[in-house]
């Protein structure tokens, strides 16, 4: 089992449409978590943070379940520039330090 | 500076031969990252510096790969006797330190395009 998985997609959805992604991850003593936004040929960028508490920022929601050990974004009120891929990140310290990127998720937003 | 700075941007090498990978991280940050991305593909962790210690080197593809960091700045990715399925982004990434938490936030370069032909 991968550290951490994400399902691949692509998601394809219309404009204006919500769309939510999950991502699991094995180590139950992981302590932060990161969604990243990659687009096509660039270098992934810093979407949000992952507060236990769950988190919003604009359009975009995150949300965290310990128990379960699966974070999730969540995306209203979709954009064509939304259009990318999700990398979600889990860091953790047991047995030395760890950031594990999950594979992404690939979103298409269309017209 | 104000961004990761990766050089070169793009390289086309032969097989067989050496190269140079080159990352300057934002000033200040302890904590420096390699990645490798090929065409399509997730993100693979290569390797990591403290300062200049690298804890951990197994996510090294092969003893063709090599890394260090001098100074606790300037990083560089060498790759010997290079073959084409070495071909893909290295991406560096530095952040304010290694320690987990929500304000270690990863900070990526625009990658070093390497084609091996």
């Known amino acids: 089992r991968k550290e951490v998985e994400q399902d691949p997609g692509p998601f394809n959805v219309p404009e204006g449409a919500t769309v939510a992604f999950n991502c699991t991850y094995s180590?139950?003593?992981?302590?932060?978590f990161f969604w990243y936004r990659q687009d096509c040929r660039k270098e992934p960028k810093l979407l949000m943070s992952?507060?236990?508490s769950g988190n919003e920022d604009g359009r975009f929601t995150a949300q965290l379940n310990r128990a379960s050990q699966y974070i999730s974004l969540l995306i209203r009120d979709s954009k064509l520039s939304d259009s990318a891929t999700y990398l979600c990140v889990v860091n953790s310290e047991t047995g030395g330090f760890k950031t594990i990127f999950g594979a992404g998720t690939r979103l298409f937003v269309k017209a | 500076g104000a961004g990761v700075s990766q050089s070169p941007s793009n390289k086309v090498t032969e097989k067989g031969k050496d190269v140079e990978l080159r990352c300057d991280p934002i000033s200040g940050h302890t904590a420096l990252y390699w990645y490798r991305q090929s065409l399509g593909q997730g993100l693979e962790f290569l390797i990591y510096?403290?300062?200049?210690?690298?804890?951990?080197k197994s996510g090294l593809p092969s003893d063709r790969f090599s890394a260090e960091r001098t100074g606790g700045s300037v990083s560089t990715l060498t790759i010997q006797r290079t073959q084409q399925e070495d071909s893909a982004v290295y991406l560096c990434?530095?952040?304010?330190?290694?320690?987990?938490?929500?304000?270690?936030?990863?900070?990526f370069g625009e990658g070093s395009w390497l084609t091996v032909v």
């Open positions: 992952v507060y236990s």
């Open positions: 990434a530095s952040s304010l330190d290694i320690r987990t938490g929500s304000g270690n936030t990863i900070y």
């Open positions: 180590n139950s003593a992981s302590q932060s």
């Open positions: 510096f403290q300062g200049n210690s690298a804890p951990d």
